[in-house]
């Protein structure tokens, strides 16, 4: 594990950039999964899936029934787990263990928001630390924009309801999909606040500690979109080409990376996560009311490079300079509350 990065921001043009330990690849496009899941299967080399998913996904839509075809016409269906519920609890994780291993599985498939591919994560860690093997693979196929599929880091809810984390470079999924077409039944409400959660992290990278400048160039690219196609997305759901733009712009978001020193997000997603967890409702519709005061705040407190960073973003958003950089952050931060 790395250490927490306290040391104050340095010069952007040095820095560095590591590739993530798992990450074989990323398949993207409508209707994409039919193929790109049966290529992953071999690069990975296994032979038999766990599929976790939610309840909701599994029970009143088709896309699980889609993956599970896909695996049975490969022979590679092991069983499906639904029992992952919304901020992940503990005893959904031990029960995913016991479906995992009673079917010989080597491999898990996630289906659907943060819940699910933390909950893998979960379960995955888990299966380690029991059997001190290596960490068994991930395939990821979104459904929302929460970005769960690119960290390192999963979180679940303990026997207390208290959210807890663990993290290795080992968690992150092995392969990742990215098929518009499977996001069509994903409720709006949901869609949109996992879209506001995208937004968060692209603005907290632009002034994470150790993120490299071409990262956070593409944190700009992530911004414009998500300010140009969750409007458009909403307007019109059905549209599949808006939302694949959203799932990579969601990629862009948390671009896979391995940082020289650890450092957390930032104030926004950290309290987001205590919001979550202690009150229930979809965590990410929290995320509304954290990020732009934190972009406020950097306007008052944050480090000259932080600031030229955020106010940046005004240039990709085709909107005008306010002549002075603490002004320009704190229009970035009423652009984020509108």
């Known amino acids: 594990m790395s250490t927490l990065d306290d040391t104050p921001p340095g010069d952007s043009l040095s820095g560095f950039y590591g590739w993530t330990n798992t990450l074989k690849g990323i398949y993207y496009g409508p209707g994409s999964v039919k193929t790109a899941l049966p290529k992953l299967l071999q690069t990975l080399g296994v032979k038999k899936a766990l599929v976790v998913t939610g309840r909701t996904l599994h029970e009143k839509t088709d896309v699980v029934r889609r993956v599970e075809s896909i695996l049975k016409e490969h022979d590679a269906y092991g069983a499906t787990f639904f029992e992952i519920g919304e901020h992940t609890p503990i005893a959904g994780i031990r029960q995913g263990i016991k479906v995992f291993q009673e079917n010989g599985c080597d491999v898990i498939v996630a289906v659907g928001g943060g819940s ?8 995955l860690y888990n299966i380690q630390l029991e059997t001190g093997g290596p960490t068994l693979k991930q395939i990821s196929i979104p ?3 929460s970005a769960a599929e690119y960290s390192i880091g999963a979180g679940f809810t303990n026997d207390a309801g208290e959210k807890v984390a663990v993290s290795s470079q080992d968690l992150a999924p092995a392969g990742i999909i990215l098929d518009g077409e499977l996001t ?3 409720p709006e409400r ?3 606040s996992t879209g506001i959660r995208s937004l968060d992290h692209a603005v907290e990278n632009l002034y994470r500690p150790g993120v490299s400048f071409p990262v956070k160039q593409l944190m700009y690219a992530a911004l414009k979109d998500l300010f140009h196609y969750l409007p458009a997305s909403k307007k019109d759901p059905t549209n599949v080409e808006y939302r ?9 978001s948390l671009w896979p990376m391995k940082l020289e020193r650890y450092s957390a997000l930032g104030i926004s997603h950290s309290l987001g996560h205590k919001l979550g967890a202690s009150l229930s409702p979809c965590l990410t519709g929290k995320k509304c009311l954290t990020l732009a005061p934190t ?17 940046g973003a005004l240039f990709y958003l085709n909107e005008a300079s306010t002549g002075s950089l603490d002004g320009d952050v704190l ?3 009423s652009l984020i509350n509108q």
Do not use: F, H, N
């Not at 699910?116 to 379960?123: M, Q």
């Not at 972009?295 to 106010?311: C, H, I, Q, Y």
């Open 190 to 192: 949901l869609w949109l």
């Open 184 to 186: 069509l039944p994903t």
């Open 116 to 123: 699910p591919v933390d909950g893998s994560k979960a379960i």
């Open 331 to 333: 229009k970035l931060a």
């Open 143 to 145: 459904t929302t924009l």
């Open 295 to 311: 972009v406020v705040m950097k306007a008052e407190v944050g480090s000259e490079d932080d600031k030229k960073w955020l106010a």
């Open 244 to 252: 694949q733009r959203l799932q990579i712009a969601s990629w862009m």
